[in-house]
């Protein structure tokens, strides 16, 4: 498989996703505006891989404006920050990399070496990372049962196996998991695309449905847990993720199934207090009238098109994470996972 990101020689290589599965096309650049168009189109996608791409994007910035003021870096940095709302891994890794420099007098050349060591550190830290998710959550799920996933977490989405797909690879290989459901993830189809399409190169068992399907598959008991990723967890436990997580939550609570979310704890926002104040992306009409480059519906129609929805803590059984496992999540089990105090 493919690495979704490599950096070479200061110039970042990266795969087109808009184009799986029909195509594997390798990008290269070390323009930091390309990386950002990538990241608006999804051409780079999931909230571990975008903080990735974001961190080397800031590298790229600086060693554009090498012996200028910081000025127009900032300028960049700030684009990069904000090119999707709802995950919060971009902002934290453009946080990260300020705090590498000192961002006075002209950009140097150890700055930009800084900028790169740190780039590289988030990158190896995120691989790193997802191997410790996938340890503390393939135990979770309900053995020798099948499982059901939402959107792409795996190899794509991270710097490693993934999240909520790497735990499942691992359980899959502990003979745990026994069969794998992948919603198709209407509109942009993350999961009929990409999801279904590492499963296949893993040889891992699995069945496509349409987003609607999930319901009959847990009422005939054919599946037996949820696992999902997310782009953003508030300090109380409330999570962002691919919209459509919110329904397969409220439907695992109407069948008593455990509902997973597996995150590295770099997704944990502790500056939101609660999902309600994660800002909701809202995407363009014509993902939703365009499906597969032909119009489904009269061009005229008004869409509602968010990326993401909330799953209130209360819904989910537990948060996966690099450093533990949050069960329930809340504000106390989320602050003891992350080192910080319970807010007076
Ligand atoms: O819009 P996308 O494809 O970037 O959305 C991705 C998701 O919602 C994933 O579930 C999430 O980012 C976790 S990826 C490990």
Same mark, same amino acid.
């Given at each position: 498989? !493919? @690495?979704?990101?490599?950096?070479?020689?200061?110039?970042?290589?990266?795969?087109?996703?808009?184009?799986?599965?029909?195509?594997?096309? *390798?990008?290269? %650049?070390?323009?930091?505006?390309?990386?950002?168009?990538?990241?608006?189109?999804?051409? !780079?996608?999931?909230?571990?891989?975008?903080?990735?791409?974001?961190?080397?994007?800031?590298?790229?910035?600086?060693?554009?404006?090498?012996?200028?003021?910081?000025?127009?870096?900032?300028?960049?940095?700030?684009?990069?920050?904000?090119?999707?709302?709802?995950?919060?891994?971009?902002?934290?890794?453009?946080?990260?990399?300020?705090?590498?420099?000192?961002?006075?007098?002209?950009?140097?050349?150890?700055?930009?070496?800084?900028?790169?060591?740190?780039?590289?550190?988030?990158?190896?830290?995120?691989? @790193?990372?997802?191997?410790?998710?996938?340890?503390?959550?393939?135990?979770?799920?309900?053995?020798?049962?099948?499982? *059901?996933?939402?959107?792409?977490?795996?190899?794509?989405?991270?710097?490693?196996?993934?999240?909520?797909?790497?735990?499942?690879?691992?359980?899959?290989?502990?003979?745990?998991?026994?069969?794998?459901?992948?919603?198709?993830?209407?509109?942009? *189809?993350?999961?009929?695309?990409?999801?279904?399409?590492?499963?296949?190169? *893993?040889? !891992?068992?699995?069945?496509?449905?349409?987003?609607?399907?999930?319901?009959?598959?847990?009422?005939?008991?054919?599946?037996?847990?949820?696992?999902?990723?997310?782009?953003?967890?508030?300090?109380?436990?409330?999570?962002?993720?691919?919209?459509?997580?919110?329904?397969?939550?409220?439907?695992?609570?109407?069948?008593?199934?455990?509902?997973?979310?597996?995150?590295?704890?770099?997704?944990?926002?502790?500056? %939101?207090?609660?999902?309600?104040?994660?800002?909701? @992306?809202?995407?363009?009409?014509? @993902?939703?009238?365009?499906?597969?480059?032909?119009?489904?519906?009269?061009?005229?129609?008004?869409?509602?098109?968010?990326?993401?929805?909330?799953?209130?803590?209360?819904?989910?059984?537990?948060?996966?994470?690099?450093?533990?496992?949050?069960?329930?999540?809340?504000?106390?089990?989320?602050?003891?996972?992350?080192?910080?105090?319970?807010?007076?």
């Amino acid at each position: 498989m !493919i @690495e979704p990101i490599q950096w070479h020689d200061g110039r970042l290589l990266f795969l087109d996703q808009t184009r799986l599965p029909h195509e594997t096309a *390798l990008i290269e %650049t070390d323009d930091p505006s390309v990386v950002i168009g990538a990241i608006r189109e999804l051409a !780079i996608r999931g909230a571990p891989l975008i903080g990735i791409a974001g961190a080397y994007a800031a590298v790229l910035a600086a060693q554009r404006h090498l012996g200028r003021s910081w000025e127009f870096v900032r300028l960049q940095w700030d684009a990069i920050g904000s090119a999707r709302p709802t995950a919060v891994n971009l902002m934290w890794a453009i946080d990260r990399m300020r705090k590498v420099v000192q961002l006075s007098g002209l950009v140097s050349r150890m700055d930009v070496t800084a900028l790169e060591r740190e780039a590289t550190a988030i990158h190896q830290e995120d691989r @790193e990372a997802c191997e410790r998710i996938a340890a503390h959550g393939s135990a979770l799920l309900p053995d020798q049962a099948a499982v *059901l996933t939402h959107c792409n977490t795996g190899m794509l989405a991270t710097g490693g196996i993934g999240t909520a797909l790497g735990v499942i690879r691992k359980a899959w290989e502990a003979g745990r998991c026994t069969h794998v459901y992948v919603g198709e993830t209407r509109p942009l *189809l993350q999961g009929a695309r990409l999801t279904a399409w590492e499963l296949s190169s *893993l040889q !891992i068992p699995y069945t496509l449905i349409t987003d609607s399907m999930a319901a009959v598959l847990m009422q005939r008991g054919i599946v037996r847990s949820v696992i999902v990723g997310a782009d953003r967890i508030a300090r109380n436990g409330d999570v962002a993720n691919k919209v459509g997580s919110y329904g397969l939550a409220v439907l695992s609570q109407a069948h008593r199934l455990p509902f997973f979310v597996a995150a590295p704890v770099s997704t944990i926002d502790l500056s %939101t207090a609660e999902g309600a104040q994660i800002p909701i @992306e809202e995407r363009s009409a014509r @993902e939703v009238v365009v499906c597969g480059g032909r119009e489904v519906a009269p061009v005229e129609s008004r869409v509602f098109n968010p990326a993401f929805d909330l799953v209130p803590a209360r819904l989910v059984s537990a948060v996966i994470t690099d450093r533990g496992i949050a069960q329930p999540p809340g504000v106390d089990t989320i602050a003891a996972l992350t080192g910080t105090r319970k807010p007076a």
